[in-house]
């Protein structure tokens, strides 16, 4: 019987031995902290919850619907947020995903899907108690995001978190001039360098291209903007038809 022996390097001979790939939850340690709070803190989950919570900000809002804030924001975290993140940790508890970073383009298509479908329903929250067209315009574009990003995801790994910002971007300027008419200066502004220190921490993190990074938040800001605008006018012609 012949015994089957380990190959000894030679002497002299270099050993030389493969790194093994760290795992995402490793390489996150040796991230720089502060561009990963940013990225949590600008993630694409929780733009819905802040572009309704800029309403009761920069429009009239706080005065339509004065002490209601919470009824407001109540259904839209658990859409946008909870049910997204709830859905995402089961599918990593399954192995249908590798990471709850979404760092790979196949794990993504999923968890657009539960995305979707949780801001459909709640499009329909929203529709149901007969809200302005141009609000459900707002929750509209993200759907009609979801849908653009994940097919581009098919081929070509587009930055969710600026597709999220510009989106967020898109839709307040749009509130602003084709329904309120208002134009809140400083808020453009922090609205803006946000989004710029966000870009920035995507590509320090290396997560993106500037490539991804500049085409997801234009591709955010052009949808939510005439989205908007069209369910701002939308609502225009119907009123005047009732007229």
């Known amino acids: 019987m ?4 380990e190959n000894l390097p030679l002497i002299g001979e270099t050993v030389v031995r493969k790194k093994v790939p760290a795992s ?7 991230e720089p902290l502060l561009p990963r709070i940013i990225s949590i803190i600008l993630h694409p989950l929780l733009m819905g919850a802040y572009g309704v919570a800029l309403l009761f900000l920069y429009t009239d809002f706080n005065l339509l619907f004065a002490g209601q804030f919470f009824r407001f924001m109540s259904p839209v975290i658990f859409f946008t947020c909870i049910v997204p993140i709830t859905g995402i ?3 990593k508890k399954a192995g249908l995903i590798n990471s709850y970073r979404l760092t790979e383009r196949q794990d993504r298509l999923l968890p657009y899907i539960i995305t979707f479908f949780a801001y459909a329903l709640l499009i329909y929250y929203f529709y149901a108690a007969k809200l302005y ?7 509209i574009a993200p759907l009609i995001l979801i849908i653009i990003t994940a097919i581009i995801n098919g ?4 930055s969710a978190h600026m597709v999220g910002i510009g989106g967020l971007i898109g839709c307040t300027l749009s509130v602003c001039y084709n329904v309120k008419g208002v134009n809140p200066f400083f808020l453009f502004i922090i ?10 921490s995507r590509l320090i993190l290396g997560r993106h291209t500037p490539a991804q990074v500049y085409a997801g938040f234009l591709l955010g800001f052009a ?9 701002a006018y939308w609502g225009v012609l119907l009123f005047l038809k009732n007229v």
């Not at 995402?24 to 040796?30: D, G, I, M, W, Y």
């Not at 067209?133 to 929750?139: D, E, V």
């Not at 609205?191 to 920035?200: D, K, N, P, Y």
């Not at 939510?224 to 369910?231: E, F, L, P, T």
Request: net charge negative; charged share 15%.
């Open 155 to 158: 081929f070509w790994k587009i």
């Open 223 to 231: 949808v939510s903007y005439i989205c908007v605008w069209i369910g």
């Open 89 to 91: 940790y089961f599918l």
């Open 2 to 5: 012949i015994e089957e022996k």
């Open 24 to 30: 995402p939850e490793q390489a996150t340690e040796k």
């Open 133 to 139: 067209i141009w609000f459900l315009s707002t929750l």
């Open 191 to 200: 609205l803006f360098i946000l989004a710029g220190c966000l870009g920035v």
